[in-house]
C-alpha cells in the first residue's frame, strides 16, 4: 500500500531519519579538501593544449619552442603515450592526445608540465601545432551516411524496439518532432587533481571522479602498467551530475607526473571546463502515438537521434535508455522505437542526470497532450488511464515486478495547491525577466502543465553491476564500539556518506561510525556514483558487511558460552541467549579484538535486448510526475517557472532531508533545460564556454518547489529505497515546457525554449 | 610588488605579481584554501569574501587593490574556540549544501546582506544572493539556512 509522506525531518541517525552530514562541519568551516586545493611541495602546474578546429588533419606539432621557455619541464604529446593510445568508459576510441586527426573543438593535443601555472599556459600556446581543416559533420542525421570520421564508424548504436502488432492502428493519431539542446553538468568545481610519482614506478592520483576504479583501469592501459600500480585517492568532489563519469585530465596528469619525476597538479579553467568533460546528448525526435477512442493507446512509433559527437563515452548505454523509455510510464500495447547514437564532430556527449531518458520525456511527455487535445480528454485523466501498474509489460516485454506508483506520484502532484494568481500588486522582481527585461503585470499569461517519467536505476542489458564495502568493529580509545566503513563509493555531493553511517548504525547499534577515505588500493569497485545507484548497491555492500560482522559476532558468543548458534540472538547492538538472561556486549564481545567483513554487492542479473529490443534489461524503475505553473510574457518572450510540484517514488526514504535535497537540485537543472541551459554549438564550435554565456538557474530563477515522497517499498532493493537522484531531472522540464505551451498556445517544440521562439512563435492554426 | 593585507585578523605580507587576483593571493599566497574558484568570469560566486566587511568577488579584485585592507575568509568566520559562526550552524543544521563548493561564497555573501538587513524576508534574502550559483541545491535550503540564522539575534551584534 502507496503512503505519502511530507518530508518532516526526525533528526535521529539510523535509517529513515535525516542525519546530518559527516562532512557539514568541515565544508561550512572551509576545511573540507577539494582537488583543487591539493597542494606539494616542488610540484608543477600541468596544461592542455586542445584543438581550435572541429574537424583537422595535424600536419605536424613542434613542442620545442615550449620547452625552451624557462620553468617548462615536459610537453607531451601523443608521442608520448607509453601504453594505449586511447581510452573510453565503455570502449577506447578517443585518443589520449589526437595524433594525426582533430574530430571536435576542444580534442586535447598536448599537455604541458611547468613551475608555474602561468609559464604553463604560456608553453601550451608556444607548442606549434599545424593543422590542415577539414569541412566538421555536425549534422548527426547527415553523419550517417557521411564519410567515416573515425575507423569505427559514425554509427554508434541503432537500438530497434519492436512489440505487439505492426499494423496496429488507433483511431486517434497525432505526430510530432521535438529537439532538445546540449546541456552542461555545469558542476561548481572545475575538473582538477595531482598526480604523484610513486616509489613503485607507479602513481599516486588523486581526483575528483564518479568511479575510482574505472578511471584507475583507464589510465593503468594507457600508461601500459599493472592497474595496483596506479593508485587513486578520491579528492573532493564539487558536484558531478555525470560529467566525471568519464576520464578527462587524468591520463595527461599522470604521464606529466611519471615523465617529470614530480607532483603535478590540473585545474580547468570554467571555460576549459566546458571542453574537457561530455556533455548531454542533443536530441531529433520524431513521434506518432495512436489510441482508440477511449483514451487508451494503441501504438507508440518513434524514431530517436542522439548526437554523440567525436567520440563514443556512455552513448551506447544512453541511447538504450532513450529507447526503452520513448513510451513513457504507460501501457502501450504495440510500439516500433527506433534509436540511434551517431558521432560527429561535435563535442563528445555522454552521461548527464537523467541519461537517455530526460530527452525522449520532452517528446512523449508533449505527445500525451497533443493526444489528449486531440480526444477531447483533460490531459492528466489521459495519463492516470495508460499509467503503468505493477505487472504490466514495458515495450521491451520487461515485466513490472517492482513497486510502481505511477498514478500515486500523479495524484501526489496535483494535489499541492496552486499558487496565488499574479497580480498587479506583486513586486517586479517576481514577475517574467525579474530585474532586468520585465514584463508589463498586464501582458503577463499564467499556464500548468504535467509531465511524468520513468527510469532505470543501476547498470543495465548484462552488465554486471556490483559495489565492495568493508566493515570493522572495533574497541575505541574509551572502550566504545567504533565501526569504520570502507567504500570506494563517490562522495560527489549527494549525501551517500550520510548514509553510509546511517545503515552503519542501523546494522550494528553502535552510535560511532567513521569513513575511511576512499581509495583504489584498499577496497574493490563501488561502481559508479551514477544512475541513481549509490544507495541501493554500496547502501547494499554496506549492509551486507554490517550483517558479516555481526555473524562473527554471533560466532564469538556461540564459542564463549559453548552454545549453538541458533540459541543467540542480535539485540540492541548485544547478543543474547535464548532461555536465559546471558547478555554480551559489544565491549564485551570487542575485548578479545576487532572483527572485520566485507561485502561485494552484486544486482540481479540482467540481460542484453534481443533484435527487436525486447528483454529483461532492467534492474528497476523509478517513476515520477512534475506539474509545473509559470508565468509569460508572450509580448517579451519571458518566463518565469512559478512553481514545480512533485510526487516522486522513493521507494523508502533513508534520509528524508537529503532526497528532498535531490529534489529541489534536480528540479533546478529540469528548469534550467527547459528555459535557458544550452551549450551553443555552430559548425562544431562551441560559443559560449562561460558562466556569463551559458546560464544555469539562479535563487531569483528557481520556483517553488512542493514535494511528496511516494513510498513504496521496493522488494528487491536494500530497505526498499530507490534511487532519488534522478527522476527530478526528467519529468520537471518537460512540465514546463507543456506549462508554456498552455500560456502561450503556442506549439513549442524545443527545448529549451528560447525567447524568441516564444514572442516570434506562430500559434498552430 | 609587496601587499599586506590583515586576513581574518592576521596581518600578512606577501610579494606578488602586480596582476594577483585577491583570491590567488588568498589561496596561494597565504594557503586559505576554503575560497574556492568557480567561473573566473565574476559569475558564480564561490570566492566571495568581505573586504572591509562587505562582500565582494574576490576572482574580481586585485590583492594590490586590497592592500592595507581587512579581509574576512570562510576560514575565518568561526571563533577563536572554534565555535561555528550562526551562518555555518545553519548551513550545516538546514542541510545547505551537497557537494559544498558554493558554500564558502555563499556564507560570506549571507554574513554581508543579514548585516545590511538583520531581518530579512525570503524575497530579500533571494535577491541578496541571486550572484552566487549553486548547481546540487536549488537553492531552497540554501533560503531557509539564511532565513534561520537570521533569526538568532546574536548574529546582528
Avoid at chain 1, 82 to 110: L, M, W
Avoid at chain 1, 410 to 437: K, N, Q
Avoid at chain 1, 541 to 560: E, K
Wanted: hydrophobic share 40%; glycine share 10%.
Amino acid at each position: 500500500m502507496a503512503s505519502a509522506s511530507t518530508t518532516t525531518a526526525r533528526r535521529g541517525s539510523g535509517v529513515g531519519e535525516s542525519a546530518g552530514r559527516p562532512d557539514g562541519v568541515p565544508k561550512v568551516r572551509g576545511e573540507f579538501a577539494f582537488s583543487s586545493d591539493l597542494w606539494m611541495d616542488e610540484m608543477l602546474w600541468g596544461k592542455t593544449l586542445r584543438s581550435p578546429h572541429a574537424s583537422a588533419r595535424i600536419v605536424s606539432i613542434d613542442a620545442r619552442p615550449a620547452l625552451a621557455l624557462p620553468g617548462v619541464h615536459a610537453v607531451m604529446t601523443a608521442a608520448d603515450v607509453t601504453g594505449r593510445a586511447t581510452y573510453g568508459v565503455e570502449v577506447p576510441d578517443q585518443p589520449v592526445f589526437a595524433s594525426d586527426v582533430v574530430r571536435f573543438h576542444g580534442e586535447p593535443v598536448a599537455a604541458v608540465a611547468a613551475d608555474h601555472p602561468e609559464v604553463a599556459r604560456a608553453a601550451a600556446r608556444l607548442v606549434e601545432v599545424v593543422y590542415e581543416p577539414v569541412e566538421p559533420v555536425v549534422d548527426p542525421e547527415l553523419a550517417v551516411t557521411a564519410a567515416p570520421l573515425h575507423p569505427s564508424g559514425n554509427l554508434f548504436r541503432h537500438v530497434r524496439i519492436r512489440r505487439g502488432d505492426p499494423s496496429a492502428t488507433g483511431d486517434v493519431v497525432v505526430e510530432g518532432s521535438y529537439e532538445v539542446g546540449m546541456q552542461d553538468q555545469a558542476f561548481m568545481g572545475p575538473e582538477s587533481g595531482l598526480a604523484v610519482p610513486a616509489e613503485d614506478g607507479g602513481v599516486d592520483l588523486y581526483v575528483a571522479t564518479q568511479w575510482l576504479h574505472v578511471d584507475r583501469d583507464q589510465i593503468a592501459a594507457s600508461l601500459g602498467m599493472p592497474p595496483e600500480r596506479v593508485r587513486l585517492y578520491l579528492a573532493g568532489v564539487g558536484g558531478a551530475f555525470g560529467g566525471r563519469e568519464d576520464v578527462s585530465l587524468q591520463i595527461h596528469l599522470c604521464l606529466l607526473a611519471l615523465r617529470t619525476g614530480r607532483p603535478v597538479k590540473m585545474v580547468y579553467s570554467r571555460d576549459e571546463s566546458f571542453f574537457g568533460h561530455v556533455h548531454r546528448h542533443p536530441a531529433r525526435m520524431w513521434y506518432r502515438h495512436h489510441a482508440n477512442r477511449a483514451g487508451d493507446l494503441v501504438k507508440v512509433e518513434a524514431r530517436i537521434v542522439l548526437d554523440g559527437g567525436a567520440y563514443l563515452s556512455s552513448s551506447n548505454a544512453v541511447v538504450s535508455n532513450a529507447a526503452a523509455f520513448a513510451a513513457g510510464p504507460y501501457r502501450v500495447p504495440s510500439a516500433a522505437i527506433d534509436g540511434y547514437a551517431v558521432r560527429t564532430n561535435n563535442p563528445p556527449c555522454g552521461a548527464m542526470r537523467g541519461f537517455g531518458a530526460v530527452q525522449v520525456c520532452f517528446g512523449h511527455e508533449a505527445q500525451m497532450d497533443k493526444l489528449a487535445a486531440a480526444l477531447g480528454m483533460d490531459p492528466v485523466d489521459l495519463r492516470l488511464r495508460n499509467a503503468l501498474e505493477q505487472f504490466d509489460t514495458l515495450v521491451t516485454g520487461q515485466v513490472l515486478t517492482g513497486a510502481t506508483p505511477v498514478r500515486e506520484c500523479i495524484r501526489a502532484a496535483m494535489a499541492h495547491p496552486l499558487p496565488p494568481d499574479p497580480t498587479p500588486r506583486d513586486p517586479m522582481m517576481s514577475r517574467p525577466g525579474g530585474a532586468g527585461l520585465t514584463a508589463d503585470d498586464g501582458d503577463v499569461r499564467r499556464g500548468t502543465g504535467l509531465a511524468v517519467s520513468f527510469k532505470n536505476i543501476g547498470y543495465s542489458e548484462g552488465f554486471d553491476d556490483y559495489a565492495t564495502a568493508r566493515v570493522r568493529l572495533e574497541a575505541g580509545v574509551a572502550g566504545e564500539p567504533l565501526a569504520t566503513v570502507l567504500v570506494a563509493t563517490a562522495e560527489v555531493g549527494q549525501g551517500f556518506v550520510t548514509l553510509a553511517q546511517q545503515i552503519a548504525r542501523e546494522e550494528l547499534g553502535v552510535a560511532d561510525v567513521v569513513l575511511a577515505p576512499a581509495a583504489t588500493s584498499d577496497v574493490g569497485s563501488a561502481g559508479s556514483s551514477s544512475a541513481s545507484r549509490q544507495t541501493w548497491m554500496s547502501g547494499g555492500a554496506v549492509q551486507l558487511a554490517c550483517a558479516g560482522v555481526r555473524r562473527q559476532l554471533l560466532d564469538r558468543s556461540a564459542v564463549r558460552w559453548g552454545c549453538a548458534l541458533e540459541a543467540l540472538r542480535w539485540e540492541d547492538g548485544a547478543v543474547t541467549r535464548l532461555g536465559s538472561v546471558d547478555r554480551l556486549t559489544l565491549a564485551e564481545l570487542l575485548d578479545a579484538g576487532a572483527v572485520e567483513a566485507e561485502h561485494e554487492y552484486h544486482h540481479r542479473p540482467t540481460k542484453a535486448l534481443d533484435a527487436d529490443g525486447q528483454g529483461d534489461a532492467h534492474l528497476s524503475f523509478m517513476y515520477a510526475a512534475h506539474r509545473a505553473v509559470v508565468d509569460v510574457d508572450p509580448g517579451l518572450g519571458l518566463v518565469r517557472v512559478v512553481q514545480v510540484t512533485t510526487g516522486q517514488d522513493v521507494g523508502r526514504a533513508l534520509n528524508p532531508v537529503q532526497v528532498t535535497g535531490q529534489i529541489e537540485g534536480g528540479i533546478a537543472q529540469g528548469v534550467g533545460l527547459a528555459v535557458m541551459e544550452e551549450i551553443v554549438v555552430d559548425g562544431g564550435q562551441v560559443r559560449n564556454p562561460s558562466f556569463t554565456d551559458y546560464l544555469i538557474p539562479t535563487t531569483l530563477d528557481m520556483p517553488d518547489v512542493a514535494a511528496t515522497l511516494i513510498e513504496v517499498p521496493e522488494p528487491d532493493a536494500p530497505y526498499g529505497a530507490k534511487g532519488v537522484g534522478e527522476p527530478p531531472a526528467i519529468s520537471s522540464g518537460p512540465a514546463v515546457l507543456a506549462a508554456i505551451r498552455d500560456a502561450t498556445g503556442l506549439d513549442l517544440r524545443r527545448a529549451p525554449v528560447r525567447p524568441e521562439d516564444i514572442a516570434l512563435g506562430v500559434r498552430p492554426a | 610588488m609587496q601587499v599586506t593585507i590583515t586576513v581574518n585578523g592576521t596581518s600578512e605580507t606577501h610579494e606578488v605579481e602586480t596582476r594577483t587576483l585577491l583570491v590567488h593571493y588568498l589561496r596561494e599566497a597565504c594557503g586559505h584554501t576554503g575560497t574556492n574558484v568557480g567561473c573566473d568570469t565574476t559569475s558564480c560566486g564561490a570566492c566571495t569574501v568581505l573586504l572591509d566587511g562587505e562582500s565582494v568577488k574576490s576572482c574580481t579584485v586585485l590583492a594590490a587593490q586590497a592592500d592595507g585592507r581587512d579581509v574576512t575568509t570562510i576560514e575565518g568566520m568561526a571563533s577563536p574556540d572554534g565555535t561555528l559562526h550562526p551562518i555555518q550552524q545553519a548551513f550545516h543544521e538546514e542541510h545547505g549544501l551537497q557537494c559544498g563548493y558554493c558554500t564558502p561564497g555563499m556564507v560570506m555573501a549571507a554574513a554581508s546582506f543579514l548585516k545590511e538587513n538583520p531581518d530579512p524576508t525570503e524575497a530579500e534574502v533571494r535577491e541578496a544572493l541571486e550572484g552566487n550559483l549553486c548547481r546540487c541545491t536549488g537553492y531552497h535550503n540554501i533560503v531557509q539556512s539564511i532565513l534561520a540564522a537570521a533569526k538568532n539575534r546574536e548574529l546582528v551584534s
